[in-house]
Structure formats: C-alpha cells, structure tokens
C-alpha cells in the first residue's frame, strides 16, 4: 500500500496491490502465519529493549524446522555503545544526526550500534542518502 495523497494533513492509504490484498488484509497468507507461528511473550528488540508480544516463534508442531531448537540457540545480549542513540532514533525522537557518533566513529565499514548495522537501518539509510539532503537544506 502506498500513500497518495496528503488530504488536510492526514495520509490517505490507496491499495496498490488489489489483486490479492483485499481491504480485510491478505487473509491467506494471515491464516498461514497463525498456523506456523506463535506470539513470543516478549522480545528484546536492540536500541529499543524488551517489547510484548512483538515477535513470532514457531509453533511445536513445527518444531522440526526450527533452528533455534535444532541448533539448541540462546539469546545473547549485544549492547551497544554508551553514547549509541538508536533507541531515541527508532522512536521518533532525535535523528541520526543527532548522535555523536555519526558519520565519524560509526559508519556502515564500522558500526556502532544496530541502525547502522544494516543497510536498512535508520543510521545507515541515513549515512547513505539522507545526510546529503541535510546539507542542502542547510546550504539553502
Ligand atoms: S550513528 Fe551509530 S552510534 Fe549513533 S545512533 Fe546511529 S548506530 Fe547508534
């Protein structure tokens, strides 16, 4: 779903893939999801900390197939730096560059937190494209 149009400040959602998602959502592939996964009770997302039922498991009837009990994984806590602020980043609140440690000590050869892990994150998104835009903004 893409958003269109801007209508008196609010976003208006236009479907762009009518075919096979309907206004109730994709049913089949929800109904698949339930089938195959449960809601973990909590999750420790990094740069945000533990959240509720924001992440899937697999369900026991499909235990065969998932690694975590195969392979006998437990979760191990990666911090990040002290002065990382990929929490405030991924809530809204500041923005990349903001933090301290952006496009010097942490960039994507060398992060230091999880948003600039991934090239989908905030940070490195940032990094690549949108501090470009902060300059032009500034030079204008
Ligand atoms: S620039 Fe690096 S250290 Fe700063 S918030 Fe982003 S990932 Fe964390």
């Known amino acids: 779903m893409l958003v269109r149009q801007i209508n008196?400040?609010?976003g208006v959602v236009?479907?762009?893939?009518?075919?096979?998602?309907?206004?109730?959502?994709?049913?089949g592939g929800a109904g698949l999801v339930a089938q195959i996964f449960d809601l973990r009770e909590s999750f420790e997302w990094r740069g945000l900390g533990e959240v509720?039922?924001?992440?899937?498991k697999i369900r026991p009837a499909f235990a065969e197939w998932d690694a975590e009990r195969k392979f006998d994984l437990h979760y191990h806590q990666v911090p990040d730096h002290k002065q990382c602020e990929c929490g405030a980043i991924l809530r809204g609140v500041k923005?990349?560059?903001d933090c301290k440690l952006f496009g010097t000590v942490c960039t994507p050869e060398s992060p230091m937190g999880s948003c600039m892990v991934s090239n989908e994150g905030?940070?490195?998104?940032?990094?690549?494209?949108g501090r470009f835009r902060d300059i032009a903004v500034v030079a204008a």
Do not use: I, Q, W
């Open 122 to 129: 905030a940070c490195a998104a940032h990094y690549s494209y």
């Open 14 to 27: 236009e479907n762009e893939f009518s075919r096979v998602v309907t206004r109730d959502g994709n049913s």
């Open 8 to 10: 008196a400040g609010r």
């Open 95 to 97: 923005r990349p560059s």
């Open 52 to 56: 509720p039922y924001s992440a899937l």
